[in-house]
Each structure stands twice: as C-alpha cells, then as structure tokens.
C-alpha cells in the first residue's frame, strides 16, 4: 500500500527535488558500484584463463537477469511501494556482490549475476520513474541531465577504485557492497516522498512500449550493448594492447568523466530542440566516428583519453535525450510501464553487447573490439535517418 503523505508528480513550474535528489543519490552509489564490478569480474576471469567469448557469455547473464526483473517491477512497486521495493533490491544487490568474493567457481557466478542485475534494474527502473515524475516537463532535460551526470560521476568512480585497489583480496568486493548499502541513506531520507504508484484502466504493460517510442528504446538498447560490453571488455583489450590493469582502468574513467561533463549541457540542449531525435542521430554519428578511429589511437594513452573523454559524453547523450523523451510523452503509471520499456530494451542491449564485442575480438583480434562497436553505433544511424526521412515526407 501506498503512504498517503507520498509527494505527488511534480507541477509545470516545481520540482521535487527532495525526491528526485533521494532517487539520484541512490542509483549513482549503484552506479559507483557497478563501474567497480563489470571491469573487476572480467580481470578475475582473464586471470583464471577464462576465453573472451566465455567472459562475454557470463556478462551477458545481466542482461537475462534485467530481462526478466522489467515486467515485474511495476507490479511490485504497485504491491510493495517504490521504497520498500527499492529498499529489499539494495539488500540483496550488496549481499550478491559480496557473494563472488566468498563463491569462486565460474558455476556460482552466473546465478550471483542473476540476483545482482535483477535487483539493479529494479532500481533503475523505480529510480528513472520517480526522477520523471519529480521533473516539472520544462525542466525534464535539465533534471535528467543532473541525473545523467551523477550516474557517470558513479561509472566514471568505479573504474577508478578498481584502478586503486586491484583486483587482489576481498577489499573491492567489500567497498562495492559497502557503496550499494549506503544507497539506502538518500531512500530514507525521503521516505515520505515517493511517488504515487495509481491504478490505471489502461493497458498500461510494458510490452506496449517497447515500440510506442523506437527512437528512445532503439537509443538505450545500442548504450546498453556499448555500455556492458565496453566496460567488461576494455581491460582485456587494452591488456592485448600492453596496458597494465590500471591504464586500461583508467581510460574507461576518462569515458565516464567525459559523461560528467556533457549531461547537463546536453540536458539544456535537449529541453530547447523542437525534435530530439536530430541529437540522437548526431550522437550516433560521433559513436560511429569515434569507434572506427579507436585502432589509429593506439600509440598514445593520451590522446587516447582525450578522444574517449569526449567519445564518452556524447554516447551517454543517447540515454539521456532518450529517457527526456520518453518523459515528455507519458505520465503516471504509463510512465513507470514505459521506463521498464526502456530499461528492457537497455538489458537486450547488456545481453548482446558482450557476446558481440567478445566473439568478434575472438574472431578477428583486437581490432575486433572497435570493429564491434562501429557496427553497433551504423545500424541505430541508418534506422534513425531513415525514420526521421519517412516523417518529413
């Protein structure tokens, strides 16, 4: 049952930044932890001789395990509440990451990464929904860029911790489950706050969804792919490059740096085009661009850093201009339906990503890794060029 003191959807003019703030506090120390583990699982694996295709095959359980948490999260969350539900994923995502430092076997960690990402992407999904519904429509951009550019501050955070602590003993483990335990400090804090969860005649699955919007599930779906299967396998590129473990840590911070950096602008950005989805074709032309030239930028770290910093930020703009999207198009329990939409088609994109990038850096070497992403980022270029034609004849 719902808290009758619950905050109700934000007005055209205010916004709740209480809630909005508790929602972003929470994902972003998820997000920390999640730029801490994706790199961190795939070292320990390379170590253990583990092959690229195997690796990317584990990964991709993330992507099953969000697969099956979409459908249900808006049920629970109608059930539950958004907080309670929230606060039981926290739970058994801190206990989860704990749960690969004490279960070695590669068995063990498929159901680990099962119990992990189903709980994550409930977060995620809850999380987006209650910032959507905070965010007054002529803020949305602004409001999901703040969003936007914490998420990365995370991502950009965890690359960075594993640089420093390494991948040896159980400290990484303890400070990612430690970091998701205090993403329940913010909930509780606006534990009055949520927002409302209604009833609604409506046909309001997120299967309905999934194609209602293709500009903004095409966009999450591509990051989703780049997103897993760049972080999880960066390391082991870089290593087949010559970079130690915390060069190769270190470039995929310059990556979520560059995303704190750019959210907020393209937030801004975004709340003044007539149609966002010209900024998503841009952002895949960059993605396309920067992919292909990622082999000539080998010989120099810094250039290197430079270019994925920039590289970064402009990619993540396919999340953010994407769910401003979806905002502006839906409210209330659609809303929440849709953002599971969203994220599902972010999990289908986790699911292929890995085993995209891994069996093409098994197939064709290390090249294969950028080969892999370019393609990616081609197809949502074309499938975008070719909508935005039809619509202007």
């Known amino acids: 049952m719902q808290n009758e003191a619950a905050s ?212 999450v779906l591509v990051f989703g792919a780049v997103e897993s299967g760049g972080f999880a396998l960066f390391p082991i590129f870089g290593s087949r490059l010559g970079m130690d473990e915390a060069s190769a840590a270190q470039l995929l911070t310059a990556v979520g740096l560059g995303s704190v950096a750019l959210q907020i602008p393209i937030g801004l950005v975004s709340d003044k085009v007539r149609d966002r989805r010209h900024l998503l074709i841009l952002f895949a032309a960059v993605g396309l661009a920067g992919s292909l030239a990622l082999p000539a930028l080998t010989q120099s770290w810094w250039t290197m850093a430079a270019v994925l910093f920039v590289w970064g930020g402009v990619v993540a703009g396919l999340y953010t201009v994407g769910l401003a999207h979806l905002g502006s198009r839906l409210s209330g329990t659609e809303l929440a339906s849709a953002n599971a939409a969203f994220i599902f088609c972010y999990s289908v994109g986790m699911l292929i990503g890995p085993q995209w990038i891994g069996g093409a850096m098994d197939l064709f070497g290390t090249d294969g890794f950028a080969w892999s992403v370019a393609a990616m980022f081609a197809a949502y270029f074309a499938f975008m060029a070719v909508r935005v034609m039809k619509t202007r004849r």
């Open 8 to 219: 109700p959807p934000a007005t055209a003019d205010l916004t709740d930044w209480l809630g909005a703030g508790a929602a972003i506090a929470s994902i972003t120390a998820v997000g920390i932890a999640l730029g801490l583990g994706l790199p961190l699982l795939s070292v320990i694996l390379e170590r253990r001789g583990v092959s690229s295709t195997m690796i990317g095959f584990n990964t991709a359980v993330a992507g099953l395990a969000s697969l099956a948490a979409t459908p249900l999260c808006t049920p629970m969350a109608r059930r539950f509440g958004v907080r309670q539900t929230m606060l039981a994923c926290i739970l058994v995502a801190a206990a989860s990451a704990m749960g690969f430092y004490y279960f070695t076997s590669l068995s063990a960690w498929f159901p680990l990464r099962l119990a992990f990402h189903f709980a994550i992407t409930t977060m995620f999904v809850l999380s987006e929904f209650w910032i959507n519904t905070a965010a007054p429509p002529r803020r949305r951009g602004l409001v999901l860029g703040i969003y936007a550019t914490c998420l990365a501050l995370g991502f950009a955070g965890g690359p960075f911790i594993f640089s420093q602590v390494g991948s040896q003993g159980i400290l990484p483990f303890a400070l990612g489950s430690g970091i998701i335990l205090a993403a329940a400090i913010p909930l509780i804090a606006a534990w009055h706050r949520e927002p409302p969860m209604e009833e609604s005649r409506r046909n309001t699955s997120f299967r309905r969804h999934l194609f209602s919007v293709p500009a903004a599930t095409a966009a």
